[in-house]
């Protein structure tokens, strides 16, 4: 069981160049999410879906896109790199879509992470 | 405006004793509480968890405890082991999947 697979895993990109990092889960989740790490700043989210065909702004959107035509997949867009992307980026799923009302924390599964330097 | 605060960037401990990591929060509408560990290049894994209306969690060797009048939660740790040694997250969410993360705690335990 694979879990979450991100890649790549380092990617280097120059100011203005597009890329799109991958996610894959196997655990047929229904809640997939996109995370940024930067020092002293925590995780902040940055997009997130709750289902195929449905996704939604985070904290952090901008500079971003995402699409989810498949319950596995949850791709990342950078459509014009910028240095301020700069940052390990992390995709999270879980098998909830908690509203209103539910019980029980909703455990995220992170994958191993993507290292992004934009120069 | 950072809603969970860690505000400890670092702790060290001796092997054996216990480690105290801290997190502060705003939103008295937080649901729950989860500690994450990660350790490098790898992502946060899921430690442990608490709802807003219990005041303690406890799984082996990791407790957590909510104190909601004070807005603050605190993990413990004991005994503390060399492989405990990593960052730790706290996160809260607000009736859904969005946790929202502290900065985190950078846990050192010297053998």
């Known amino acids: 069981n694979a879990g979450v697979t991100q890649t790549p895993k380092f990617q280097v990109l120059k100011t203005g160049q597009s890329m799109t990092l991958q996610c894959a889960q196997d655990m047929n989740h229904e809640y997939m999410s996109w995370y940024r790490q930067d020092p002293g700043m925590g995780l902040r989210l940055i997009h997130y879906?709750?289902?195929?065909?449905?996704?939604d702004q985070g904290e952090v959107p901008n500079g971003y896109n995402v699409s989810r035509s498949t319950t596995e997949d949850f791709p990342l867009r950078l459509l014009s790199a910028a240095p301020s992307q700069t940052s390990v980026y992390f995709c999270a799923s879980s098998y909830s879509t908690r509203g209103t009302g539910s019980s029980g924390a909703n455990v995220l599964t992170f994958g191993a992470g993507s290292r992004l330097t934009v120069l | 405006d950072q809603q969970v605060k860690q505000n400890s960037p670092s702790l060290s401990v001796q092997e054996g004793r216990i480690s105290i990591l801290n997190c502060d929060y705003t939103n008295s509408m937080f649901d729950y509480f989860l500690w994450y560990k990660k350790y490098p290049a790898e992502g946060p894994t899921f430690l442990i968890s608490i709802s807003s209306i219990k005041d303690k969690n406890e799984d082996g060797r990791f407790t957590v405890f909510l104190n909601k009048s004070a807005k603050h939660l605190s993990l413990h740790i004991v005994p503390s082991q060399p492989g405990d040694s990593a960052v730790y997250f706290c996160a809260a969410s607000l009736y859904g999947n969005k946790l929202v993360f502290g900065a985190g705690t950078i846990l050192r335990v010297k053998s």
């Open positions: 879906s709750v289902g195929a065909g449905i996704t």
